[in-house]
């Protein structure tokens, strides 16, 4: 476990300080640029975008800034790396045919992770900055974010998504398990629904179209979640009519 955590946070090094190198422009290109009109995702997303303004109001507003940017980023690219070292850490007490299936959802949450990530980064954070940036009570006020809030709710709006779309590798992991079944999944659907917008809510700004831009996604990934579980089911049902066909030809040849 030691040297596995220890390979795991070397990987998380390695890519931050691969992204110190490019650190301006991963400012610039990755951090700074919902705030700009021109941002490319305002007229893929058809919003009648403006510039937003940033403050510095602490004196360590803007190193964190930088700095978090940059370990923010390295994290990302790291994320299949500490999930290889994971996956080899369980790895030797599993059987073959589990390792098989870990195989698979280490690989598919890395996937689901960084999907999340982007969909936070590219659909999220530029809706509800914009939300935010022309909410106006009165003319006489002037929206001008501070840069270290802001910074942590690009953060938020991005690693919560990339957390909460890790649900379809969590049910996996339950239906692998047997902790769940296809017919819990498909009675609790309606509960879901109330959890997915509960989630919604706190990962996203306090409006209801962030909550529902995030949500439909979550729901989606529900119903696949139940199509993995239900593919496991059917699977652990071959294998025991396999096993149960062999055992009755071994009792037979004796």
């Known amino acids: 476990l030691r040297w596995r955590i220890f390979k795991g946070l070397g990987g998380v090094l390695v890519c931050v300080i691969a992204c110190l190198f490019f650190a301006d422009w991963i400012l610039d290109a990755i951090l700074l640029a919902p705030t700009r009109a021109d941002f490319y995702m305002y007229d893929a997303l058809r919003i009648d975008a403006v510039s937003v303004v940033l403050q510095n109001r602490t004196i360590t507003g803007q190193f964190f800034a930088y700095f978090g940017t940059v370990l923010a980023v390295g994290l990302i690219l790291s994320s299949p790396i500490v999930l290889y070292q994971t996956w080899k850490f369980i790895e030797p007490a599993l059987y073959p045919a589990e390792r098989k299936g870990m195989r698979f959802s280490a690989a598919f949450a890395t996937f689901f992770f960084v999907l999340g990530v982007s969909f936070g980064y590219l659909i999220i954070t530029p809706t509800a900055l914009q939300f935010f940036a022309q909410f106006d009570v009165s003319e006489q006020i002037t929206n001008e974010f501070d840069i270290s809030r802001y910074f942590s709710m690009v953060l938020t709006w991005s690693f919560g998504a990339g957390a909460l779309f890790e649900l379809p590798v969590v049910v996996t992991f339950l239906a692998k398990a047997g902790l769940v ?19 919604s809510a706190l990962f996203t700004p306090p409006d209801p179209l ?14 696949l979640a139940i199509l993995l579980a239900s593919a496991i089911e059917r699977g652990k049902r071959k294998q025991e009519a396999r096993e149960a066909a062999e055992e009755a030809r071994r009792q037979a040849a004796e």
Do not use: D, F, M, N
């Open 181 to 199: 079944t296809t017919g819990i999944l498909r009675t609790g659907r309606k509960y879901a629904v109330v959890v997915i917008l509960v989630l």
């Open 210 to 223: 962030s909550q529902i831009i995030l949500a439909i996604p979550l729901l989606g990934l529900y119903e």
